[in-house]
């Protein structure tokens, strides 16, 4: 529904439904502006006893208290699959979603799976995604909205009265002068409980929170930052996790929003090129190795624009043995793919050959045959950890100039050694013995 709502003194108002009771709301979408005085949201201005799934809205929604960018009022009703792209502005109550979101029964309502954008703006009880949640849920869901009160301001939730938030995060800058957070602007009338949920100290703004943890942007792309919380992610196409992370490239996004799409990707050689390469302490591939990319399984309606970055070829790994070659660098964002890669070629990485120089070093005389070996190793990457050990032991215990020493077992050691061969030894196994001063 695209339409425009300007009804200054009206009680509810919505821009598909003022109030929503006792029904279902699915597959519905509204664009425009709602403007009013009190409750007011993009989609339904009042959810009760209800529930909204796989909608959306992309509005201006300007009102009193409880606005938001898709419903501005939620009692006894279920949120889920649901997104809202809108710039809400009112007094109280005010969420990226849902500006007040509450239940007055025993049972469980939540939102869940849903995600906002855009900005909020207000007096208090200003949040990314839900202005004030009480008792109810939200959890797997997200927002990057902007949000700006004078007190309880929150990335996701401004207010949260005996409500829960889990596994869920939030990125929009906030601004409040009392009791705002990155996650969380404040708890009120009771508590409040935060489980596995995490804002971005740095798009925040904010180095704190009422509840949650703090990440900076580099570990809020990080897979490993939700996977040790428990999340359900992970950073492969088509796994069906509610969660699909690009490494290093996107935060967390919600997967059933994500149209499923593989870049299929080939490898070829130049010339005298080849499949082969000594280890040299990087992922490249050989010389001569030339990719493309071509796009499977297109989704009705693909739009490659919304495919992000430039392809990179590396292989999976930079240490020894036979290794995939592998895709890199295509991201997507929330309205994008979720994408899955495909190949089928591999590069040999063989070991690398080094040189050791050594010397057995003069000693005093200790009444032992033990001798000490120092040196060097020539063809170890910068970085690596590759050292070398060995015994060594004088002819006999005598002090003496130009005596013989044997050096044997010469081995490499240390962490990265399995990445290298030892293919020769210059070894002066010739020290003195002196007399003790």
Known sequence: MIQNIDEENSGVLGGLAGISSDSCIENCWSVGNVLGKCTAGGLVGALTLSS??????????????????????????TIVSSWSNSHVEGD???????????????????????????????????????????????ENSWSSASAGGSRFVGGLVGLISNGRIEKSWSGGKVIGEEHFGGLVGSTYWGSGFVSKSFWDMETSGQMTSALGTGQTTADMKKLSTFVNAGWDIDDAGGSGKVWRIYEGCSHPLLRCFLAPITAAFTCQQKGDGSWVKIYD????????CECSVSWADEPEGFDEGKILGEPIFTTECKDVGLRSVVLGGLYSDQQGCDIKFRGNQAVDIFPRPITA????????????????????????????????????YFADRNIGTGKTARVRDLELTGRDVSNYVLEEADVTAIADIVLKK
């Open 357 to 392: 120089s050594c010397a057995v070093e003069d000693k005093v005389y200790d009444g032992t045959t033990a001798a000490r070996v120092s040196g060097f190793l020539t063809g170890v990457v910068v970085g690596d950890d590759v050292d070398f050990e060995c015994g060594a």
């Open 281 to 288: 302490g990087t992922k490249c591939l050989p010389d001569g």
């Open 52 to 77: 909204i799934s796989w909608s959306w809205s992309s509005s201006e929604v300007k009102s009193g208290r409880w606005t938001g960018g898709l419903a501005g009022y939620s009692e006894d009703s």
């Open 92 to 138: 109280g109550g005010l969420g990226g979603l849902v500006g007040y979101f509450c239940k007055a029964s025993e049972k469980d309502y939540r939102i869940g799976t849903c995600w906002s954008s855009g900005s909020v703006n207000g007096t208090h009880s200003i949040g990314g995604l839900v202005g004030i949640l009480q008792q109810g849920c939200v």
